[in-house]
């Protein structure tokens, strides 16, 4: 692509929506997967549909790869641009175009940020449910196309719950829509396919919210532990119940040590793991769950457990659960943060191999984990100036998605297959599977110009350096989860 063919997009758009610089370009390299880094070709912030149409179709008649990127959170490199591609950075496209209370939905742009989602409706009493802890930062565009998650997705259900309509550019070039703003839909269920796409199939223009009323109160339970195994039991125990709990997060004593000297928030002494157990729904139902809760807990073998007097124990209980990846940083100059998922019941047993991966690779692996749905987030510390740890912790990361694969597991929760993970789909998906999925593909995408070499095997890795934090974790605003 010569920059002749790039004057020819240039002349499409408004002035100054075209960035061919190298600094432009260097702030678009990376995303939350900091050890990877691409310069593309050049970046096209939008400010309305229509140029992100434009600019999407002109690819589409050039052949030119594109990537649509959100704020550039994602964890496996999904939003990293190749060098012959163009970003086309959505942040621009940040309207909530309505809240509707009485049919509890909203519908919004892409570059919307998910707390906003929130923020807009806690004027009705509603909330929009799935909260990725970057949620102060994300766009509702990565989420769909990453199917986001979050500690209160236990509950709720992930992203795909909560979208009811898409209105999207296909990279081809059209403009489908799918869904609608009725719960209820006839036919094959598009949105939920779009949903999780990683950006494969074109670019989400508008986006229909499912909205939920804000929980009358909450119950929230910390329980302290002397082995991981006898926190995860305790898990298998609640969920055994019936009871459905808002959600349940472990964290093990590494995480624990850097959360507390970030945050003092008074976990357990010696804890060898700690369990957070998080109630909501009406005050009626929640009086009658928290008895229930109590005696489970009480035929484990908890040695203390606290339970939240109020909003302020409450926060500060989170608070040490938010801040533990971030802190975890401070343990150690880099960090991977893995993420998989193993069938709830087999959690002790894939923490064992972990412990096990991480004494024979010598690198310390800290787990925190969404222990409720069995997905786990192993963050594997190590030190990059020194030859070979960040290969060695790669393939540390890489033992824990086989290890959830012949779990019967999944090489993803929440953060996506991205670029990280594409070599490890063939494992969970046998050829004919895999085969569909390139036809799904192929039909809103006929000529792999949408976020290629994502997902799927075999394209060029790009440059593997690390380069440390997001730097909007180095700044305090957002934490891992
Ligand atoms: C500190 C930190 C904490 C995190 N915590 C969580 C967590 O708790 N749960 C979780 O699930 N994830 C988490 N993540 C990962 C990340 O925030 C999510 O994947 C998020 O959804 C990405 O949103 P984004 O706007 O940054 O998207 P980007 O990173 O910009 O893009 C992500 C993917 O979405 C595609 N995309 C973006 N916009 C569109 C669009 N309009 N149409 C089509 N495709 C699009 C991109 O091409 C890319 O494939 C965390 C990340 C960080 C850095």
Redesign the pocket.
């Given at each position: 692509m010569s920059s002749v063919h790039l004057q020819t997009l240039r002349d499409l758009l408004p002035p100054g929506r075209l960035s061919e610089d190298a600094a432009s370009r260097a702030a678009f390299e990376s995303?939350?997967l900091t050890a990877f880094r691409c310069r593309p070709l050049a970046v096209v912030i939008p400010q309305n549909e229509t140029e992100v149409v434009q600019t999407v179709r002109w690819c589409d008649q050039h052949a030119v790869p594109f990537?649509?990127?959100?704020?550039?959170?994602?964890?496996?490199g999904?939003?990293m641009p190749v060098s012959d591609g163009i970003v086309i950075s959505?942040n621009r496209l940040r309207q909530i175009i309505k809240v509707d209370p009485d049919n509890r939905i909203a519908v919004v742009q892409?570059?919307v940020i998910?707390l906003q989602v929130s923020a807009a409706a806690a004027r009705h009493g509603l909330y929009y449910a799935p909260?990725?802890?970057?949620?102060k930062?994300?766009?509702i565009?990565?989420?769909?196309?990453?199917n986001?998650?979050?500690?209160h997705c236990l509950k709720y259900g992930m992203t795909s719950n909560h979208v009811i309509g898409i209105r999207?550019v296909t990279a081809s070039g059209e403009i489908v829509s799918f869904g609608g703003e009725s719960l209820e839909s006839v036919g094959p269920d598009f949105t939920g396919l779009f949903c999780g796409?990683?950006?494969l199939?074109?670019?989400?223009?508008e986006i229909t919210l499912r909205l939920l009323p804000k929980p009358e109160c909450f119950h929230t339970v910390l329980v302290g532990y002397r082995s991981l195994r006898a926190a995860g039991d305790a898990v298998s125990a609640v969920i055994d119940s019936g009871l459905l709990p808002g959600a349940m997060e472990i964290m093990e004593a590494l995480a624990i040590e850097a959360a507390e000297a970030a945050t003092q928030c008074g976990y357990p002494k010696g804890a060898a793991a700690v369990l957070i157990v998080e109630l909501e729904g009406p005050r009626e139902k929640i009086d009658a769950e928290k008895k229930q809760l109590e005696s489970i807990i009480a035929a484990t073998d908890a040695f203390e457990t606290v339970v939240a007097a109020d909003d302020h124990q409450r926060a500060g209980i989170w608070a040490g659960r938010k801040s533990a990846?971030?802190a975890v940083g401070k343990l150690s100059p880099d960090f991977l943060v893995q993420d998989g998922v193993v069938p709830r019941k087999r959690l002790g047993d894939a923490l064992e191999a972990i412990e096990g991966f991480s004494k024979d690779s010598g690198l310390r692996v800290a787990n925190v984990f969404h222990a409720g749905d069995g997905n786990l987030h192993p963050l594997i510390l190590f030190d990059d100036s020194v030859d070979g740890e960040l290969e060695r912790a790669e393939t540390l990361a890489g033992k824990i998605l086989d290890l959830c694969v012949q779990m019967g597991g999944s090489i993803t929760?929440?953060?996506?297959v991205?670029m990280e993970k594409r070599e490890f789909l063939p494992k969970m998906y046998d050829e004919p599977t895999m085969e569909l999925m390139h036809r799904l593909r192929a039909a809103f995408d006929p000529q792999t110009i949408a976020?290629p070499g994502?997902m799927f095997p075999g394209a060029e890795a790009p440059a593997l350096s690390s380069h440390g934090l997001?730097p909007?974790?180095k700044a305090g605003v957002?934490?891992?989860?």
């Open positions: 995303d939350g990537v649509a990127r959100g704020s550039g959170t994602s964890l496996s999904g939003s959505l892409p570059g998910n909260d990725p802890s970057s949620q930062i994300c766009t565009g990565g989420n769909i196309a990453f986001s998650g979050g500690a999207a796409s990683e950006g199939f074109g670019v989400a223009l990846f971030s929760g929440e953060h996506g991205g976020n994502k997001h909007l974790e957002i934490s891992r989860e």
